[in-house]
């Protein structure tokens, strides 16, 4: 169940991140920010940011217990 919380937090900081960054018109480098066709949307993404989001989030987490 923390894994789930915690990669819920891991995409709110990288849409976050990748909005503040992506629409400055860079892809900041080992960020890799992206931008992503979701249906009609278009949305700033960064898979390092997501799975580092996630990781600290989920650590965070277990230390909680």
């Keep these: ?25 860079t892809s900041a480098g080992p960020l890799a920010i992206e931008l992503v066709s979701l249906a009609e949307a278009q949305v700033y993404w960064s898979w390092p940011v997501f799975l580092s989001g996630t990781g600290l989030s989920w650590a965070l987490m277990l230390l909680q217990r």
């Excluded at 919380?5 to 629409?23: E, H, N, Q, R």
């Design 1 to 25: 169940m923390e894994l789930l919380k915690a990669s819920i937090l891991g995409a709110i900081l990288s849409a976050t991140i990748g909005l503040v960054i992506g629409s400055q018109g």
